[in-house]
């Protein structure tokens, strides 16, 4: 049977849970960028002690709005403030349903007057351009799908990430000079191989960096002097195996299960989103089990958003953001799991009997939105969410969200695996669920991300 939208695939699956549990699709996908450039421990040691350079052009979706009321759309949708908002600047976009919960999130570029442009995973997109077309805005939109859903087999442009300790003097060679002062998360203009280049002062892994970006056609000019650039600075390519693997130290949950599943209020959007969007096809995975969809749902406080939260303005979500304020349940945390046990899980792959789930190196996410239940003397404190292996700190990693009494350095215990041998994502052999240690840690993990750049993101957070 065909299904016209969200609603009707909902309504047909039984619920919410039951769909996103038995999706037949696995993680999310990074595209067209070969799996590894030379071999990825390598490639994450570079943009901790050389620089590293990320291809961010096919694996997220482009919103451009343009318009007299771009910014008015935005503010009535967004918990960030907008009155500091100006061209050249950027912005991390947060979006909630009325009850307080996170739809989506992405990197909100104002690009020129009235006009702008949203990158990142598609469910703040899909929110935005929802009320574009539904309510009273004058503005125009232009959508360009991430390269998985992309019929036009391209983008409209190219993104790179120039990153590490060594990316200034990368860049200096490759525009051929000193660089424009760009404050973070401000946007300044480049010329690389004689070619515009416009660029962010960002920093995915923690360290230094820029988000370039430009027209597509012009693509592989700017990457080759960048490459050719970063020759005597221990540049490498990062490849998609890895790529994803950065947010681990930097402490940034790229996965949180949209916001949408429930609410009378939300039916009309439901009714919108179509039949085989990302909402509809995302797969939920983990040891973490609910009937009810909103026990998945986090909150700004969860997901280290509450220093965005402005309420200077008037936006969905604000009456229940306001009661929320002073009164956080969870708090975002890296978990630093136990290598004694995760070996352990992994010796029981070479034995016969029941064996572990498969922990996959460096990227162990097994689908779209994952949860795994945490536990101390049994009982649930919290949850694990995004999961891999980093080399630079020689550590199985996972952000996580924990009550707010659980303490940095506490030990919680990590239940590895899906219930009753595993559902029927086809990404999930059958097994048994084990328990792997885990010590609570700062987030972000990586010292650097602290200390040095700690300030970049107390600016990012005041600006909101």
């Known amino acids: 049977m065909s299904y016209r939208n969200l609603e009707e695939v909902l309504q047909a699956a ?9 999706s037949q699709i696995g993680p999310y996908v990074y595209p067209k960028v070969p799996s590894e450039f030379t071999n990825w421990r390598d490639e994450q040691v570079a943009w901790a002690e050389t620089c590293a350079l990320f291809d961010q052009s096919h694996h997220m979706t482009e919103l451009y709005v343009e318009g007299p009321d771009t910014i008015r759309l935005f503010s009535d949708l967004g918990v960030n403030t907008f009155g500091n908002f100006a061209v050249n600047k950027a912005k991390q976009f947060v979006t909630c349903n009325p009850d307080g919960y996170v739809i989506g999130d992405g990197i ?5 007057e009235t006009r702008v442009v949203l990158v990142g995973r598609p ?12 309510g009273d805005y004058d503005v125009s939109l232009e959508r360009d799908e991430r390269t998985a859903v992309n019929p036009t087999g391209r983008r409209k442009v190219y993104r790179f990430q120039v990153q590490g300790p060594n990316a200034n003097e990368v860049m200096k060679k490759a525009t051929g000079g000193d660089l424009p002062e760009i404050k973070f998360f401000n946007m300044g203009d480049l010329t690389i191989a004689g070619r515009h280049v416009r660029a962010m002062h960002h920093g995915m892994s923690g360290a230094p960096g820029l988000e370039l970006f430009g027209p597509w056609e012009e693509a592989e000019e700017v990457r080759a002097a960048i490459v050719e650039a970063g020759g005597d600075y221990g540049l490498r390519q990062v490849g998609s195996r890895v790529y994803a693997t950065n947010t681990l130290e930097s402490g940034w949950i790229p996965c949180p299960l949209p916001a949408v599943f429930t609410g009378d209020d939300m039916k009309a959007y439901r009714e919108w989103l179509p039949a085989n969007g990302y909402e509809a096809t995302g797969s939920l995975g983990g040891s973490f089990y609910s009937n009810d969809i909103a026990d998945y749902y986090l909150t700004p406080h969860d997901l280290g958003y509450w220093p965005f939260v402005k309420f200077d303005h008037d936006f969905v979500g604000r009456d229940a953001l306001e009661k929320m304020v002073d009164n956080p349940e969870r708090k975002k945390v890296t978990l630093a799991w136990n290598g004694d046990d995760v070996a352990r899980a992994m010796g029981t792959w070479f034995k016969k009997g029941d064996a572990a789930k498969y922990i996959d190196l460096p990227l162990s996410n097994y689908s779209t939105w994952p949860y795994d239940k945490l536990l101390v003397d049994g009982e649930m404190v919290g949850i694990s969410t995004f999961s891999g292996y980093s080399y630079n700190e020689r550590s199985m990693l996972s952000l996580g969200i924990v009550d707010v009494d659980v303490d940095l350095g506490n030990e919680v215990t990590l239940v590895w695996g899906e219930e009753n041998g595993g559902s029927a994502k086809p990404v999930v052999e059958r097994h048994a669920q084990t328990e792997i240690r885990a010590i609570v840690s700062p987030c972000p993990y990586s010292e650097v991300a ?15």
């Open 14 to 22: 039984g619920g919410p849970v039951e769909l996103a549990r038995n």
């Open 108 to 112: 909100l570029f104002y690009l020129e």
């Open 123 to 134: 469910s703040a997109h899909n929110w935005v351009q929802y009320h574009a077309e539904t």
């Open 450 to 464: 602290r200390t040095s750049y700690a300030e970049g993101w107390r600016t990012k957070a005041a600006v909101g």
